[in-house]
Nanobody
Framework: QVQLVESGGGLVQDGGSLRLSCAASRSILGFSYMGWYRQAPGKQRELVARISSGGIMYYVDSVKGRFTISRYNANNTVTLQMNSLKPEDTAVYYC?????????WGQGTQVTVSS
């Protein structure tokens, strides 16, 4: 069992930046992937970025060049640096840990980008 707690969301203007953090209650070394997802009102939850245990990163096309995911195994944390934010990035952002037997989700953090 692991608890994931996201932080760092908030209200920012178009073009601004935010840094989201996901703190795990125990070691994340055993998780094959750590990822960030988002869900906007009326839309399905979508993968934004993920990073493997070996450090391989994936980004959805809409955030490439603007978002950076990082994994800090030493302190059980995954971050998402979000630059050049756009109103369409507005959503609840969730952290996910992909394990061998099951996946874990955080409770989410709201990101709102005003135009």
């Amino acid at each position: 069992q692991v608890q994931l707690v996201e932080s760092g969301g908030g209200l920012v203007q178009d073009g601004g930046s935010l840094r989201l953090s996901c703190a795990a209650s125990r070691s994340i070394l055993g998780f094959s992937y750590m990822g960030w997802y988002r869900q906007a009102p009326g839309k399905q939850r979508e993968l934004v970025a993920r990073i493997s245990s070996g450090g391989i990163m994936y980004y959805v096309d809409s955030v490439k060049g603007r978002f950076t995911i990082s994994r800090y195994n030493a302190n059980n944390t995954v971050t998402l640096q979000m630059n050049s934010l756009k109103p369409e990035d507005t959503a609840v952002y969730y952290c996910k840990a992909v394990g061998t037997w099951r996946d874990y989700w955080g409770q989410g953090t709201q990101v709102t980008v005003s135009s």
